[in-house]
Nanobody, 121 residues
């Protein structure tokens, strides 16, 4: 059974850093792209970063230069290093898996349960 489990969320002040992790199991991880989405209260879920099976990366403009995504195929994990955090980064963060980074959100078949990130000013 495919499973994604996020960890590393928490509460930080503006300018702080957090490192999120996504641990995968139950599917051929090395063949999948892993994306990070986030959803703030009252807003739609948005894709903020993705790393392909070949380790090509994508970042939304809102996080480019502040967030870094990486993967470890030996450990079936993807990490998201988040620096220079802002209050507008406050959201529930989800990791999700699909063969391709550019798939639509509805095409991502495997999802984690989410982890809360709160940035205070």
């Amino acid at each position: 059974q495919a499973q994604l489990v996020e960890s590393g969320g928490g509460a930080v002040q503006t300018g702080g850093s957090l490192r999120l992790s996504c641990a995968a199991s139950g599917f051929a991880f090395f063949h999948y792209a892993i994306a990070w989405f986030r959803q703030a209260p009252g807003k739609e879920r948005e894709k903020i970063s993705c790393i392909s099976s070949e380790s090509n990366t994508y970042y939304a403009e809102s996080v480019k230069g502040r967030f870094t995504i990486s993967r470890d195929n030996a450990k079936n994990t993807v990490s998201l290093q988040m620096n220079s955090l802002k209050p507008e980064d406050t959201a529930v963060y989800y990791c999700a898996a699909d063969p391709f980074c550019d798939s639509y959100i509805r095409e991502f078949g495997y999802w984690g349960q989410g982890t809360q990130v709160t940035v205070s000013s």
